[in-house]
């Protein structure tokens, strides 16, 4: 069975994969952003039975992912689940739809909605790019100046993505919040990460402390990914007066922590693209391109 990596670079993440896999038996095929070109009319790639995505980068994720699904070659992540988990407007509306409890969000279109949306919000409030897992341009908004301020900023900026106002709701998490990873739909172990920034996993410092998956944990994270027909993810969660609420879903990235505290994570990863990997195509080849939603 043959396995394609796309990588944005080897971490420790992908060389443990890499290594399951070929453990496993598999021929694994790195795929480095850096060499990959794709011909739209069909021809390469179709000898791999599956292509993991691991990019740093959401653009280039969403593309090469639309891209192979042109081609009929399966993927982990599918590129519908990517594209809704790296719009946090998308995400929010399907959580929402599924009737998973989140953060209250509004979204505005411009910085006069905006400022109407944060008082309907009441202060403070966290406003997001629209796009992307990263922790950059992430504000804090605790009053109308800074409201002000910060939106007069967005409106400036060049691309279209800043004149999207995503508007969530501030919850004062107890000094930590959770993290399950989950495997096809089932969580595999959580985590805390423990900060006193209202970011958390903006502090490099954090502390990663195993957390018990426990049945109302682990039966949250499973909604989650159900809501998007399974695959390989990051849920985070956050501790709130009404109870726990997701606050995010994304793909695995790094899982080091976890396995530095004892929980094998590259194993399981590994057995679940091969079992994707070993289902029928629908159009008669090696593998499904029904992964997630």
């Known amino acids: 069975m043959r396995i394609g990596i796309l990588h944005t670079r080897l971490?420790?993440?992908?060389?443990?994969?890499?290594?399951?896999?070929?453990?496993?038996?598999?021929?694994?095929?790195?795929?480095?952003e850096s060499a990959v070109a794709f011909d739209l009319h069909g021809r390469g790639y179709q000898s791999l039975d599956l292509v993991v995505e691991r990019c740093q980068d959401y653009t280039l994720a969403q593309t090469a992912l639309r891209i192979l699904e042109h081609l009929g070659v399966p993927t982990i992540n599918r590129p519908a689940t990517v594209d809704l988990c790296g719009n946090k407007a998308l995400l929010a509306m399907k959580l929402g739809e599924a009737g998973v409890p989140t953060p209250r969000v509004e979204v505005a279109l411009s910085t006069?909605?905006?400022?109407?949306a944060i008082e309907r919000l009441g202060y403070p409030i966290v406003t997001k790019p629209l796009v992307g897992g990263d922790t950059q341009l992430l504000a804090l908004i605790e009053d109308r100046e800074t409201a002000e301020a910060i939106l007069e900023h967005k409106a400036m900026l060049g691309?279209?993505?800043?004149?999207?106002?995503f508007l969530q709701e501030y919850i004062a998490k107890?000094?930590?919040?959770?993290?399950?990873?989950?495997?096809?739909?089932?969580?595999?172990?959580?985590?805390?990460?423990?900060?006193?920034?209202w970011v958390t996993s903006r502090d490099r410092r954090a502390p990663h402390v195993p957390c018990p998956l426990t049945p109302e944990i682990a039966d949250l994270a499973r909604?989650?990914?159900?809501?998007?027909?399974?695959?390989?993810?990051?849920?985070?969660?956050?501790?709130?007066?009404?109870?726990?609420?997701?606050?995010?879903?994304?793909?695995?990235?790094?899982?080091?922590?976890?396995?530095?505290?004892?929980?094998?994570v590259?194993?399981?990863?590994a057995d679940y693209i091969l079992t994707v990997a070993a289902q029928p195509r629908a159009n008669g080849g090696r593998a499904t391109a029904h992964v997630g939603v």
């Not at 990051?234 to 990235?253: C, F, H, K, M, Q």
Request: glycine residues 10%; negative net charge; charged residues 30%.
């Open 266 to 269: 590259a194993g399981p990863i």
């Open 112 to 116: 006069e909605a905006a400022l109407a």
């Open 159 to 165: 691309t279209d993505r800043h004149h999207v106002y």
């Open 223 to 264: 909604r989650a990914a159900r809501t998007f027909g399974g695959g390989v993810f990051e849920v985070d969660l956050l501790e709130s007066p009404r109870g726990l609420l997701v606050n995010e879903v994304g793909a695995i990235n790094a899982f080091r922590p976890f396995e530095t505290a004892g929980v094998e």
């Open 11 to 32: 971490r420790i993440e992908e060389r443990r994969l890499i290594e399951a896999l070929t453990a496993r038996g598999a021929e694994v095929v790195p795929l480095p």
């Open 174 to 197: 107890p000094g930590r919040d959770i993290r399950v990873l989950v495997i096809g739909e089932e969580p595999l172990a959580a985590e805390y990460r423990q900060s006193n920034e």
